[in-house]
């Protein structure tokens, strides 16, 4: 049976990996700043993860929600003390699209309103309330065409303050720093004011930190560089460093109903394990520091890149715009040079999403294949 073609893919076969680096059929090295769409956090097999995993699978690796797993309260209390979210109760499921639509389900219970107001660029994943928020057409089918969204540009208070006013908006959604768009960022002025708004008239703040949670942007959280309190928070990509596994942190403002979210896999001991692991290694290897201290490198040695018209995003989420579409400089980098980096909607924009362990020497080799790369464009 063949695959259902929807992805065009590289002609690279990653069969294992360590650390920052993933190796081919042939053992050769290919250097990873995209950590798998920003996926790995603590780095490939990881000796910490691969035992907590491993463990727990030999234990028991799944159950359903219907029996106590003091697994899932060990994991919620470690998100809580990491990210300093105090106050906030967690639910479980599987991918960032899933913890979005919850999300937003949450949302409209809470405010019995249904209307979305999502932003320019923005991605939130592929199911149906979270495509439907999503800014690309080609990929929201008729069903999906239903919901009630308006999009709005990153900055345009005045719009947001109209919309918001109308009073049938139940939930904004941001990210507070774009993934798939291309690392575009409102202002500290637009975000508080869009808190602000939000809590003016009863609509849900959902804080998309699927792609940029985990200590990714240099806080645990991107919102934590601004002065907001969101409501919902959503969390997926870098929470299990590849084990499937998402999660939405929920306000206390908005109180829990028996049946009112579920899932079979969500939450289970394996899932939990490996989410485990990675926090306990974001703790206990300090990577939020080093997150900051590789990312001011990179800044440093981007800038002395001629071709570089604008270095976008925070810590390790950034973004390499230059004044050509890459598609041709990301092949060269994966088959001449051995390193994956990411593309974004806006073409011109290469994404860099390393495993956050990553070091300077990497960034070095990362830049000196750059340079000799865009020679021959
Ligand atoms: C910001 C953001 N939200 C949601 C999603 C969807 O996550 P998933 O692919 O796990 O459903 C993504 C995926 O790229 C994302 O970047």
Known sequence: MPLFDVYPLYNVTPVSGKDVFVYDENATAYLDLYGGHAVISIGHTHPRYLEAITSQVSKLGFYSNAIQ???????????????????????????????????????????????????????????????????????????????QV????????????????????????????????????????????????????????????????????????AFQHYNVTPDIISIAKGMGNGFPIGGILIHPNIEAKYGMLGTTFGGNHLACAAGLAVLN???????????????????????????????????????????FEVSELRKKLIYEHHIFTGGASNKKVLRILPPLTIKIEHINQFFDALKKALKGI
């Open 150 to 221: 308006t999009i709005i540009e990153l900055n345009d208070i005045e719009s947001v303050k109209t919309e918001l006013e109308k009073g049938d908006v139940c939930a904004v959604i941001v990210e507070f720093i774009q993934g798939v768009g291309g690392l575009d960022q409102g202002t500290n002025v637009f975000f508080e004011q869009v808190d602000k708004l939000c809590k003016a008239n009863h609509a849900m703040l959902i804080a998309d930190e699927v792609q940029s949670g985990y200590g990714r942007s240099g806080k645990f959280f």
């Open 281 to 323: 290694t974001i703790e206990e290897e300090n990577l939020i520091d080093n997150v900051n201290k590789v990312s001011e490198h990179f800044i440093a040695m981007a800038k002395t890149i001629p071709q570089v018209t604008n270095i976008k995003g925070r810590g390790l989420m950034l973004g390499l715009e230059f004044d």
């Open 69 to 147: 797993n003091p697994l899932q309260v060990e994991l919620a209390n470690k998100i809580e003390t990491l990210s300093g979210c105090h106050g906030y109760e967690l639910f479980l499921c599987n991918s960032g699209a899933e913890a979005n639509e919850n999300a937003l389900k949450l949302a409209s219970f809470k405010t019995e309103k249904s209307r979305v107001i999502a932003f320019k660029n923005g991605f939130h994943g592929r199911t149906s309330a979270a495509v439907a928020v999503t800014d690309n057409k080609n990929i929201i089918a008729p069903i999906n065409a239903q919901q």
